[in-house]
Structures are given as C-alpha cells and as structure tokens.
C-alpha cells in the first residue's frame, strides 16, 4: 500500500490542476457541427491519456524511489553504578548456585593485597557450575572477587574497586555469559578465563583497566579459549581482550567503543610454565577478529 509522502501529494495535486485545465476554466465550449464535437472530444481524450501517463510515472518514481533507513543508534552499557541497597561482610568465600544480591554491597571486609594471586578462598563468590550471580556489587573490601567453577552467568554484577582480577572463569568447557555491569580501578585485569570453553560479554562497563578480558597466558593446563563482546564500553585503559594464538584462541568484538584504551586486541605466545607470555601482535588478525566501524569510541 502506498504511503502519503509529499512526493506522491505534489503529483496528485499536479494531476488535479490539469484536469480543471483540460475541463475549460473560462466556461463551457461551443459545438457547432457534430465534427466539431468529435475534435473537442479527440483533444480531450488525448489530454487526459497524457496526464494520466504523467501521473503513473510520477507516482512510479515516488515508489522506486530509496527510503533513507531510520539512523541506528548503538546502545552500549551503562556507566553509573547502581546504588547500593546495602552492605554485608561476609567472613568467608560464599559459594552459591543462584544468587539475587537485591543491589547489595557484599565484600570481605579485608584490603587489597595487590596484585598477589590469590585462590577460592579468598574470593566474595564461587558460583557453581551452571549458576547464576545477579544484581550484586563486590566492594572494595576484599582480594578475589568473583569465582565461577563452571560455565555460569553474571548479570548487572559490578565491581566498585577491583583488587586482583574481578572475574574469573574455571570452566573446562561450555559458556559463560557476562551481560551488563561493569567494573571499575582493575590494575591488571578484569576477566581472567582461565579454563576452556567461551566468555560472552556483553553490555558490560569498565574504567580505568588494564585488561577487561585475558587468556590466561602462563596457566599449567592450557586450553583453546574464545571470548565474544559486544555492546562494551570501556575507558581509560591499556587492552580491550588478550588472546594466546598458538592455542587456538579467538577474539570476535561488534558493536563496542574504547576511548583512550590503547590496543582493542592483542596476541600472545602463551605457556604452561607461569613464564611471562610474549605479546606477538595487535590488531586485526585471524586471533582478532572485528572491523573497524565495529570499535568505536564512546559517547
């Protein structure tokens, strides 16, 4: 069905115009014999043909003509922590299968200790292996953050001062999903996926980082691992996502902006012997996989 567009409302109106033209606007015409008639009538009807084949090529070139496409506007995530609704310590690492935090602040009541690794023990949340940790902010009070020991989701969990790292993925296999939160003051690194298997993030935030996802470069057992993010945004920081190509591993980023983050992807030469890894290049690659128009920088 056609639509009113003043392209097709310009041409009906011209339409209408030539018909009060062609209908005589000084009055009626005077028929004096019966071949006069006929001519009159010839005319007319040769006019009406004319204007009728202007009007459905006018209208032709109203429908062929391109519909500019509703401008797309990225939405990314959030960078305003919630509130919080209130603050518990908790004594130990709290291991849990499906975990509403209700915007709570939950941390262990200890300081930093850097960036000195830490184990199970030490984190806010081991989340069990097909688990769900939700609507929580981890505190500045504590070292590990939080654990997941299998394939696990965290949602609009954030992180208001990382200490070590705020996540990390133990998952042998399968898929851990991140969607909105965000973390903020991550001397090193955000996400630590230290098993096998895929991290999705999505809709995430992070500020002042340095990296918001790692392959673990240097773990004793190594896996392929692949990390998809889209809808990041993520400021003031060195790495967007760390890969180990000789294991395989693959980063696929959409739909994401970085401002002032130095590198949105790099590679490294990983191991098994907790050596430092060594970084082999950045950019678009096989390992690194997005488009330029897919990275842009933040509003």
């Known amino acids: 069905m056609l639509g009113s567009t ?22 009626p015409i005077s028929i004096d014999t019966p071949s006069h008639f006929k001519t009159i009538t010839g005319i007319r009807n040769m006019q009406l043909s004319t204007l009728f084949v202007l009007l459905t090529a006018s209208i ?23 509130a919080s609704s209130g603050h518990v310590v908790l004594s130990a690492a ?31 949340f081991l989340v069990q292996s097909g688990g769900t940790l939700k609507n929580v902010i981890i505190g500045a009070n504590q070292m ?19 200490c070590e790292d705020a996540l990390t993925i133990k998952q042998t296999s ?36 340095g990296k918001v996802y790692r392959s673990c470069g240097n773990c004793g057992t190594q896996y392929k691992r692949t990390v998809t993010m889209s809808g990041v945004w993520a400021v003031n920081g060195d790495l967007l996502a760390g890969v180990n190509s000789n294991y395989g591993d693959t980063a696929t980023i959409s739909g994401t902006c970085a401002s002032n983050v130095d590198a949105i992807c790099a590679w490294y030469q990983g191991n098994s012997n907790g050596a430092e890894p060594t970084k082999l290049g950045t950019g678009i690659s096989s390992y690194c996989v997005y488009a330029n128009n897919g990275v842009d920088d933040c509003p």
């Open 6 to 27: 003043p392209a097709l409302s310009s041409a009906v109106k011209s339409f209408s115009a030539m018909l009060l033209l062609t209908a005589g606007e000084e009055g």
């Open 60 to 82: 032709g070139a109203v429908v062929a003509s391109p519909v500019d496409a509703p401008t797309k506007v990225k939405r990314f995530a959030t960078n305003v922590m919630p």
């Open 94 to 124: 709290t291991t849990v299968s499906t975990f509403d935090g209700g915007m709570k602040k939950y941390d262990r009541g200890v300081s930093c200790g850097g960036q000195e690794e830490g184990g199970d023990k030490d984190a806010v």
């Open 144 to 162: 590990e953050g939080v654990h997941c020991l299998g394939p696990c989701t965290i949602q609009n969990v954030w992180w208001e001062d990382v």
């Open 174 to 209: 399968g898929t851990s999903y991140v969607v909105g939160g965000g973390a903020f003051n991550a001397a090193d690194k955000v996400i630590q996926h230290n098993g096998g298997g895929t991290v999705s993030v999505k809709d995430f935030y992070a500020k002042e980082f």
